[in-house]
Each structure stands twice: as C-alpha cells, then as structure tokens.
C-alpha cells in the first residue's frame, strides 16, 4: 500500500478555511515553544481522548474528526509572519490541535510548501505526530534540520496493535510509529518520544510501564549513532551557529552593563543572568577585590558551556576609573572571541588587556589593568563547550 497517496476516507468532509494568522503566540510559560502552527482545523485521527475536540464548537461543527478545515493559504500567511521577524527564533511547535500528518495531507500536501519556508527563514520546529506520511518528506525535514533546530516527537500510547487501534483508530500503528523514530535517528533532526497518555486499565500496567522505556532503549541500541549524535546535535549547531552571538549580548546586558542581578543561587554568591531565545546565561561569584567565579550557558535547560575565572587586585592604591575601564572593555567582547575583553582597550592613563588562546570549544586566557604601565590587577580565565 503506498500511504503517501491512498486517498482519505470517503466520508471525510472538507472545508477551505481562510486563515488571518498562521501562528499562535501562546501565554503559558514553562514550554520548550511559544507559538502553534496547525495547517488543519479537525484531525481524522479520531483519539479518543483527544484533548483538541471541543476547539470545533468554534467553527460552529460537531465532527471534529470527520470535517476538517483546510488553510490553504497557510503558507503564504506564515511566510508574511515570518519575514517581519514575528518569532524571533523562538520554537514553533507544529501539530497542537491536530496532526499535521493526519490523512488529509495526502491530498492537500501543505507541509512541503511549510517546510521550505521554515528553511528559507532558518526557523526552528517541534513537529508532533502519530502518523508515518512524516516520512514523505524526510528530506525537506533533514534540509532544515541543517539550518535550525528541529526536533520529531512521537507519540506512543501503547505498543500493543489492538488497544491502538481501537483508541486511536486512524494513526499508524505503534511498530510504524517506532519506525518514524528510527528513520529520523538517520537524519540530523532530533527525535523524542512521547509515552502519554497513560490510559487506565489499558497501557498502566506493570508490564507495559516496564516496556515502553525498554522499547525507547532498543532503538537507541539500534541506531546508536544517530542516537548519540542526536544528542550531540544540539551543542554542534549551537557552537557553530549562535552561541558566540548569545555570549556576546549576555555579557554586554550583565556586569558590562550593570544589569541582569538575579537572586543569588548559592549562600553568598552574586548573581546576574541574561536569557534569548531558549538559551540562559547565568554569571555567578564570590568575593569583591578578589574574585573567583563561574558562568554557565544553558540551551534549552542542558548546559552547554562555562567558563571559570579568578580575579585578583595586585595593587592596594587604585587610582579612579578602574571599575569604568573594565565595564567598557568588556563591552567590547567579540562573536569569535567571547570571553573577556579585546585584546587592547585604552582609556587615558589605563589600559585593559586580554591575551588568549583556543576557540569558544576549548580556551584559556588572561586579563590585566594597567596604570601609567603598572599592572594594578590580573584575572585567569579558561573554559568551553560542556558534553
Ligand atoms: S492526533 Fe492529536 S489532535 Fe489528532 S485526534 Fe489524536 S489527540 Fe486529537
């Protein structure tokens, strides 16, 4: 049977829907996303314990599985909000009311025209599904996984063929579903799976709790290096990509600028952290003329870099400006050097400099402040990316 262009069931009524927006900012903190993307309204899915259904008392219908609104104009709409920055590289979670993936992507083949614009604008996704029409378009997901982060979650409530398909009767059935997992292990996407919801009497008991993380265990044993690059992927693209531009502003909104004093996270620690899109810096440290501390890069709540420091006041007597000096050299901080300051900085009688060697993955280095060519203060630096 070729699944990619079997025809829907015959009693599957659908509407064109025209659509103002294509994106849903969503209000509720604690999500890895923060807009929605459905290109359907309904889902022939049929869950039955799907949360989504009571959405279609909107659209004035009762048939939430059996008459979908199709937004045919999605992609150009998406493409307007896209151009004019509305997500600011924060994730977009495809398929929260409805799968994307359902049957009548078969006929109406929206996601290809969505995936390219999502590469032409580099946008990261989370595309949710419990159907294997994803892997028509493997490819076009593999394209953008190369330019954003995107990550392929599956659902699976049951390993066992006949609860499946009595609970969600039009999805693929679970060893499809793992196969979904499996594919995309190969590509540079990254793969999640989701063992919810827990159905009483049905997928709670000891042996199926015990199972299904096995099962999740067997495929990583299966595909080891897609798995573990997987896992890696991540920290790879950030390297490459955008960590240098995050450090660079993280510094510049922190002790550069006085800004960002968060509550202190350990007893005597001062604290100021910066966040941007899902990456988090926090800069914590003890002491005041004599200082030592740590800052920490976290993407997406895995940390991912840090850098370690010391810092010490050489000289009693220091004449005014020094505090001034080092602010604005450390405003200076560069996107292939984001650690300390330049490498030289004059301000009247003082000079900063910074000496290093390595790259953002593995470096240490040294500061100093001089005045008249007397160094008054030296700090030790070293650090990289965490794995
Ligand atoms: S796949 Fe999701 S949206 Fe579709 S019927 Fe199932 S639970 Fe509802």
Redesign the pocket.
Known sequence: MDIYNNEVKSDVIFHDYKCKEALYHLKRKGLPYSFDLNIYRG?S???Q?????KSHKYLNSKD??NEIFVKKNIGEVLEKELKGGRTGGKFINIGG???SY?PAEKRFKLMPDILKILIKYKQPVIIST?YDLILRDIELIDQLAHHAWVNIAVTITSDNDKISSKV?P??SLPGARWNILQEFSKTKASTGFHFFPILPFLSDDKTSMEKMPTLTGRQRRKHPEGWAKNRHKMKGDIEMNNLGKFLVNAKRNTYAAQKGKVPSSRKYSKDLAFEENGYYYLDSYFGEKDFSGEEIVYFKELPIWSMNYYGKMIKENIPEGFIETLREALQKVSEDKPFRGPEEYIRGKYKYRCTNEGNIDFFHGTESIFYENEELYRLYFHGGCIK
């Open positions: 889902c899915h049929n869950c314990y799907c949360y989504a259904r939430f599985e009311v409805c799968d359902q419990k969600e039009g999805t």
